[in-house]
């Protein structure tokens, strides 16, 4: 079985400023996916980035990034020129094949606060 | 709108009863997840249909089922249920070779 974990149960980032979610998974499997959604206060899960792992690599989305080191099985969630409306929690989760037919599996989240 | 649609949004209801949640999934997807999220924790992986059929189990308490109908629509039935039972459960939806999984808003759960 799978499992994600998030490290960081909390953090926090000055408006404008760089800050990163750590990630790290179990696996067996050698292709798979991985993500990160956003949950801010509306509850809504939004997904914010997708690395497949066969990629080496990093996806980027605007002002998110990823690291994702295989060997490591570390997945790391980089925001640059934090915003206010970045502050949500934030799941990391695994997905492995075949796509679109398996369970995300999730970790416990990380509490993003941005401040002003 | 994301095109996952659940029903109802909010619900309140007394232990030891039964309530259905009802998930519409987005045009075109086959597979229906449900999730389960406790109050600030991670979302629990419930159970999954995949046109019609159950593809793959949870953490999904006995006094919890679901189904799938020939529609795709998919409904989650929690009976007998608990204090602890109180969370937000999702549903999301997908399809084979698509990356791409789509969540719901929500049905949030209140058992008092």
């Known amino acids: 079985a799978q499992t994600v974990t998030q490290s960081q149960p909390e953090m926090s980032v000055q408006e404008a400023e760089t800050v990163t979610l750590s990630c790290t998974y179990d696996?067996?499997?050698?292709?798979?996916?991985l993500f990160w959604y956003k949950q801010p206060p509306s509850r809504q899960m939004i997904l914010v980035i997708r690395q497949e792992a066969y990629k080496q690599q990093n996806a980027t989305e605007n002002r998110f990034s990823v690291n994702f080191q295989k060997a490591a099985k570390s997945f790391s969630l980089k925001i640059s020129d934090s915003q206010l409306g970045d502050t949500a929690m934030y799941f990391c989760a695994f997905m492995k094949l075949p796509s679109g037919n398996t369970p995300l599996v999730f970790g416990k989240g990380t509490r993003l606060s941005v401040i002003a | 709108d994301s095109g996952v649609t659940q029903t109802p949004k909010h619900l309140i209801t007394a232990t030891g009863q039964r309530v259905t949640l009802r998930c519409s999934p987005r045009?075109?997807?086959?597979?229906v997840y449900w999730y389960q999220q406790s109050l600030d924790q991670g979302l629990q992986f419930l159970i999954q249909?995949?046109?019609?059929?159950?593809?793959a189990k949870g953490n999904i308490l006995e006094r919890f089922s679901a189904q799938q109908f020939p529609d795709l629509h998919s409904e989650l039935n929690l009976s007998s249920l608990e204090l602890g039972d109180s969370a937000l459960y999702f549903c999301a939806s997908s399809t084979p070779g698509v990356n791409g999984y789509t969540f719901g808003s929500g049905t949030r759960l209140t058992v008092v």
């Open positions: 249909y995949y046109n019609g059929e159950e593809r």
């Open positions: 045009s075109g997807d086959l597979s």
């Open positions: 696996t067996s499997e050698n292709n798979y996916y």
